[in-house]
């Protein structure tokens, strides 16, 4: 994992301010991100796919407008797919216009019927925008209960949950969509699966990013050394 991480550090954070390391950069996003951790993983209001009872917990913040977005469903569903050990929280993070809201607040109340997942994939897969009267029909196409979906579409209960989600990514300086979250780790854009599975199976082996740089630091990389000794990483 080491190798891959090295890779992580040049190809997503080359173009960061030079007023730091790229390794003091991933470390301080680090401890941004266990700050939040609470309210990034286990808010009682998201919705959860995969094993609920999984110790690793992939969170995706998206925008149904998103085309990044769109490609990204396949990469999530084969993770989903590979991993009987992760659970994935989706976060709704309506940022490119007002249809992307009204899809958001949809998907939402179509979970409060059980069928968050499905209606989600089918917003995903459609080609092109989706309209309000477009993502109702595919609503009644999957069996959900119209007037009470329409109903919870209005509810303050939907409105909160949305509100607060933008808050979390406003915390999290989540700029753009996809943002995915593993552990201490955030990967900004559509990573693909083979990166997205590289940082589950580095969580999941329990190495998070101060013991990354404390191991780097052991091998001999003098930046890391600098970071390890700067933040008393020991």
């Known amino acids: 994992m080491r190798y891959f991480l090295l890779f992580f550090l040049t190809i997503f954070l080359v173009n960061e301010s030079d007023a730091a390391s790229r390794l003091e950069q991933l470390y301080l996003e680090s401890q941004l991100i266990n700050?939040?951790?609470?309210?990034?993983?286990?808010?009682?209001?998201?919705?959860?796919?995969?094993?609920?009872?999984?110790?690793?917990?992939?969170?995706?913040?998206?925008?149904?407008?998103?085309?990044?977005?769109?490609?990204?469903?396949?990469?999530?569903?084969?993770?989903?797919?590979?991993?009987?050990?992760?659970?994935?929280?989706?976060?709704?993070?309506?940022?490119?216009?007002?249809?992307?809201?009204?899809?958001?607040?949809?998907?939402?109340?179509?979970?409060?019927?059980?069928?968050?997942?499905?209606?989600?994939?089918?917003?995903l897969s459609t080609k092109g925008a989706v309209s309000y009267d477009q993502a109702l029909k595919i609503a009644a196409d999957i069996g959900l209960d119209i007037l009470k979906l329409e109903e919870d579409f209005k509810s303050q209960q939907v409105n909160d949950i949305i509100a607060n989600t933008k808050v979390l990514g406003y915390s999290l300086a989540v700029s753009g969509t996809p943002a995915y979250f593993v552990g201490d780790i955030k990967l900004a854009g559509a990573v693909g699966y083979e990166t997205l599975q590289e940082v589950v199976n580095y969580i999941t082996e329990g190495i998070f990013i101060n013991d990354y740089i404390v191991q780097l630091a052991q091998a001999g990389d003098s930046d890391a050394y600098k970071i390890m000794v700067r933040y008393g990483l020991y």
């Open 35 to 123: 700050n939040y951790s609470e309210d990034l993983y286990f808010n009682g209001n998201d919705f959860v796919i995969g094993n609920k009872d999984a110790k690793v917990t992939v969170v995706e913040f998206f925008d149904y407008n998103c085309g990044y977005c769109e490609r990204a469903l396949a990469d999530l569903i084969k993770l989903i797919d590979s991993n009987p050990n992760i659970k994935v929280v989706l976060k709704e993070y309506p940022i490119l216009n007002d249809n992307s809201y009204d899809l958001a607040k949809l998907s939402l109340s179509a979970g409060l019927q059980g069928k968050y997942f499905e209606f989600h994939s089918v917003l």
